[in-house]
C-alpha cells in the first residue's frame, strides 16, 4: 500500500465516524499538525509507533509486508526456521528419556495454533512447550503466544496420549544483531517472563523437575545454543613460530 492511499483511508475512516482532525490527534496523544501529514500522504515523516497508535483510534489495522528479490524473503525465512527445528532436534540427541514432535498444531476452546516442537519426559511426566523465532519483531506477543501455549499445554500433551504433571516454555531466538539488540532493550521484561537462560535450560533437560521458562539464542551457523551449558566451541590458537 502507497502512502496517499493509506492516507486517504485514514482520512475516509476519520470522517465516516465524524471526528475531526483534533478528536484523533488528542485520542493519539499527538499534534493536529501530525494527523494533517498523515493524511496527505506523508508517512513517511510519522514513526511507526505513532502512526499505530493513530489508525488504532480510528480502529484500522495496518499490516507491513517486507520483500526481498522479488519474494525470495519467504523462502529465506522458511529455511531458517527449518534449520532451527534440525538444529533443536540434533540438540536433543544428547538427553535420554526426551520424546520431540514438530509441529504441533491445537484447537482447544476456540484457541488454535502450531506449537513448533513439543516434548515429552516421560519419566518426570514434564512437558515442553518450545517456540522458535528467526526474528523478534514483538516482544510482548513473543511472550503472550508463548504464556497461552505453555497454559494449554496439559491438554495438547494429552490429545498425544502423554501424561504431564508440569509444562514449561522455551523460546529459542535466531542468534542476529537485530535480535541481541531487541532483547537488550526489552530485558527486564523478557527476563521476568523467562527467568531462565541457556545455562539453566541444559541442566533442566538433564533432570526435569518442575516447570521452567527459559530463553535462549540459538546459533544457526555453529547449531549449538548460545552458552556454556551446551558446550559453545571455543577458539583454538596456534603458537606462534619464531
Not at 483510534?57 to 529465506?76: H, N, P, T, Y
Not at 533437560?205 to 530463553?215: E, I, S
Request: with cysteine; hydrophobic share 45%; glycine share 10%.
Amino acid at each position: 500500500m502507497d502512502d496517499l492511499r493509506l492516507g486517504a483511508i485514514l482520512r475516509a475512516v476519520r470522517i465516516r465516524r465524524r471526528l475531526r482532525q483534533a478528536d484523533v490527534a488528542a485520542a493519539a496523544g499527538v499534534t493536529s499538525m501530525t494527523i494533517s501529514r498523515l493524511e496527505r500522504g506523508h508517512v513517511d515523516m510519522t514513526s511507526v509507533r505513532v502512526l499505530r497508535e493513530v489508525a488504532s483510534q480510528l480502529e484500522v489495522r495496518i499490516f507491513f509486508k517486507a520483500s526481498w528479490r522479488g519474494g525470495d524473503l519467504d523462502r529465506l525465512v522458511n529455511a531458517g526456521h527449518s534449520a532451527m527445528h534440525e538444529a533443536v532436534a540434533e540438540l536433543f540427541d544428547r538427553y535420554t528419556g526426551w520424546q520431540l514432535a514438530p509441529e504441533v498444531s491445537f484447537s482447544i476452546y476456540g484457541e488454535r495454533g502450531i506449537v513448533d516442537l513439543l516434548g515429552f519426559h516421560a519419566e518426570s511426566g514434564t512437558g515442553l512447550v518450545i517456540e522458535l523465532k528467526t526474528e523478534i519483531v514483538d516482544v510482548q506477543e513473543l511472550v503472550g503466544t508463548l504464556d497461552r501455549k505453555r497454559r494449554l499445554g496439559r491438554t495438547i500433551c494429552a490429545e498425544r496420549g502423554w501424561v504431564v504433571a508440569d509444562v514449561g516454555m522455551w523460546a529459542l531466538i535466531a542468534d542476529s544483531r537485530s535480535n541481541r539488540a531487541r532483547f537488550a532493550a526489552h530485558r527486564r521484561f523478557i527476563r521476568q517472563a523467562f527467568p531462565g537462560d541457556g545455562h539453566g535450560i541444559g541442566r533442566w533437560l538433564r533432570q526435569p523437575a518442575g516447570p521452567v521458562a527459559a530463553l535462549s539464542f540459538l546459533n544457526n551457523e555453529h547449531e549449538r545454543i548460545v552458552g556454556r551449558g551446551f558446550g559453545l566451541p571455543k577458539r583454538v590458537y596456534r603458537p606462534r613460530s619464531r
